[in-house]
């Protein structure tokens, strides 16, 4: 047990943060929501009612839209694009390990499989982190829209208003100031990342060049 742990500390870490966070958004979320009815002569709905609401989808889908999307986005973006001196970069000067064609290493013991059986499983693992990133912007967005439009609908409706189809939601300036807003943070987050990485360290984590290296150092 103390192995697995130690192997897997940091993935765990994370997970159960983003459990006990994802808890605590659906709890004070409720109570925002349930303070809204209650200012508009409505009863206050239960945390079960709260978490399959399209309030609850909203928020949370138009979060983890621009996670991916920003992932997806860097992770295609590194393989041709290069920052002299970050640790978030390739070497503008020389080829590296990520660039060899696994092709030429199918021989190899313990290679995964895809790589030994080669042909389209290959070609579909090769690019598959920048494909499950994609996949999931692209479920999230989908998500975002949907919990969207039945939230958005429910505030017309308190105003007497028609609803909208989803499709118009997709043409609303609401939906792409949604999602506009969190894109912009999340590529001014790996902006930084990527220039403050150049001349700060931070001694012990991989994704700082050792305290030593010199600034222009890359990689």
Do not use: C
Not at 7 to 14: A, D, Q
Not at 120 to 128: A, G, I, P, Q, V
Not at 133 to 146: E, G, K, N, P, Y
Not at 173 to 186: G, I, P, V
């Amino acid at each position: 047990m103390k192995t697995f742990l130690r192997n897997n500390g940091l993935s765990l870490v994370l997970f159960v943060l983003f459990l006990m966070l994802l808890a605590g958004q659906s709890l004070v979320g409720q109570a925002v929501q349930n303070d809204e009815r209650r200012d508009h002569g409505q009863a206050p709905v239960s945390y079960v009612a709260y978490l399959t609401s399209g309030a609850f989808l909203e928020v949370t889908m138009e979060n983890w839209e621009s996670e991916f999307f920003q992932m997806s986005v860097y992770v295609l973006f590194t393989v041709f694009l290069f920052q002299k001196g970050s640790s978030e970069s390739k070497s503008p000067d020389r080829k590296e390990a990520v660039d060899r064609d696994p092709r030429l290493f199918a021989h190899k013991q313990n290679v995964p499989g895809p790589v030994r059986q080669g042909g389209w499983r290959l070609r579909l693992y090769e690019n598959s982190l920048s494909l499950a990133f994609l996949s999931l912007f692209l479920i999230s967005f989908v998500l975002h829209a949907v919990g969207g439009v039945h939230e958005y609908n429910e505030e017309r409706q308190l105003h007497g208003e028609a609803g909208l189809t989803l499709l118009q939601y997709l043409h609303s300036a609401r939906f792409w100031f949604e999602s506009l807003q969190n894109w912009q943070s999340e590529f001014l987050a790996i902006w930084s990342m990527v220039v403050l990485s150049i001349f700060l360290r931070q001694r012990g984590s991989p994704e700082s060049k050792p305290v030593d290296a010199p600034h222009s150092e890359t990689g």
